[in-house]
T-cell receptor
Framework: DADVTQTPRNRITKTGKRIMLECSQT?????MYWYRQDPGLGLRLIYY???????NKGEISDGYSVSRQAQAKFSLSLESAIPNQTALYFC??????????????FGPGTRLTVT | AQTVTQSQPEMSVQEAETVTLSCTYD???????LFWYKQPPSRQMILVIR??????QNATENRFSVNFQKAAKSFSLKISDSQLGDTAMYFC????????FGAGTRLTVKP
């Protein structure tokens, strides 16, 4: 089984709809992240969480919100989707303990299309 | 804010040859981590190699090695004996609690 899972893997939605992307991990990591990937721009950080009670905005948080329901779960919401939020979304985790705490492990990605 | 620049949007190499992908970054920090990630058509992000800025020795992982020049803020990836399975997008990333990625280089290995 994959260590970091994302649901759904693909989603098409309409402008104005609320949508939630979910991420779960079995790695036991305390830190979790949400990124979006657009062609020619690489990955950009939306939100990150260093533990259950910690939520931080990333580079491009406008139009998004997150919830850290448990150490293993981190969801991303688009309250009112718009077409320029069409992108590939990645969840990632890292472990604050140990030597390689800056290394992040990625889920398989969610392809979101807003029409 | 830290920025990461990959100046080669696309590259190609013949199978079994060697190719080098460039990456430069901008930071005022002294301690940080650098990574190369590979993204094949499956879109999974796969860690290729990491480098800790406090280590002078360049990291090596089998056919993959880096040339880390801290003063020049340069972090290039060398792939030796290229294989067809190396065809992918390659992203350079900088991390000091806030991971920043370059725009990526699309590498095609030709048979």
């Amino acid at each position: 089984d994959a260590d970091v899972t994302q649901t759904p893997r693909n989603r098409i939605t309409k402008t104005g709809k609320r949508i939630m992307l979910e991420c779960s991990q079995t790695k036991g990591h305390d830190r979790m992240y949400w990124y979006r990937q657009d062609p020619g721009l690489g990955l950009r950080l939306i939100y990150y969480s260093f533990d259950v009670k910690d939520i931080n905005k990333g580079e491009i948080s406008d139009g998004y919100s997150v919830s850290r329901q448990a150490q293993a779960k981190f969801s991303l919401s688009l309250e009112s989707a718009i077409p320029n939020q069409t992108a590939l979304y990645f969840c990632a985790t890292s472990d604050s303990a140990g030597e390689v705490h800056h290394e992040q492990y990625f889920g398989p990605g969610t392809r979101l299309t807003v029409t | 804010a830290q920025t990461v620049t990959q100046s080669q949007p696309e590259m190609s190499v013949q199978e079994a040859e060697t190719v080098t992908l460039s990456c430069t970054y901008d930071t005022s920090e002294n301690n940080y981590y650098l990574f190369w990630y590979k993204q094949p058509p499956s879109r999974q992000m796969i860690l290729v190699i990491r480098q800790e800025a406090y280590k002078q020795q360049n990291a090596t992982e089998n056919r993959f090695s880096v040339n880390f020049q801290k003063a020049a803020k340069s972090f290039s990836l060398k792939i030796s004996d290229s294989q067809l399975g190396d065809t992918a997008m390659y992203f350079c990333a900088f991390n000091n609690n806030d991971m920043r990625f370059g725009a990526g280089t699309r590498l095609t290995v030709k048979p």
